[in-house]
């Protein structure tokens, strides 16, 4: 599979062919911009946040999705979990510096999509602020 | 729901509650990180593509995935689509100006993510270019 760079118009400067379903930036890729991913990178980038916390911050995720989607960004190091020795344990959330970086380009690309995104058709505009 | 950000730290600037399952901005960011949408519109940054070289550049997308991945983005107008009125008619698709701005923050993600990952560890490296 080495040297299979399998996209069209692909250049020399190609250091992956993450169009493979065994690259392993592929894999990351789909984790980050997955179903729940991308919101649960986003509500972090303000805050770090407890479970039930980011819970009812993105509307319609389970909790079964929720503890899945974290599970897989923090084996990419993308999130951070800190247990709390209390009772009940507390468990926080946040990002790393990588997952930092990651969540600018889709911050980018959730400002790029609001902002097209005609006012007068917005039911679930926060703010009457322009 | 006017006004309901339910975000944990949303600032006045914010303009949509895009952690609504209801807000159109949602749907699009959600339509652009799809398990496929990302990879169709990262393969159309570079050249118009026809149906089967699409295919052919996306490893393990179906038929089915592929016409349904791109309905979508050519109804989000991300993507437009050519009929040339040939016997069979030859269909292209090319990123619209919008599409061209969002594909941005996607490529950025994905440059981020495989400047990430150690060469060494990448069994589909698609040249010995460094």
């Not at 911009?33 to 911050?57: A, H, K, M, Q, Y």
């Not at 790393?96 to 007068?120: N, Q, Y």
Request: aromatic content about 8%; proline content about 7%.
């Amino acid at each position: 599979m080495v040297g299979g760079l399998q996209f069209k118009g692909a250049e020399p400067g190609d250091r992956y062919d993450v169009f493979h379903t065994d690259c392993p930036a592929r894999d990351m890729v789909d984790h980050v911009t997955s179903r729940w991913g991308v919101w649960v990178l986003i509500s972090l980038r303000r805050n770090d946040l407890r479970f039930f916390e980011l819970r009812e911050s993105i509307h319609g995720i389970s909790e079964k999705m929720l503890a899945q989607t974290l599970r897989v960004l923090v084996q990419d190091a993308l999130v951070w979990r800190k247990v709390e020795p209390t009772t009940p344990p507390q468990v926080t959330y946040g990002l790393t510096e990588f997952g930092r970086e990651v969540s600018e380009p889709l911050t980018d690309l959730f400002d790029l999509i609001t902002r097209r995104l005609p006012p007068a058709d917005a039911p679930h505009r926060s703010r009457a602020d322009d």
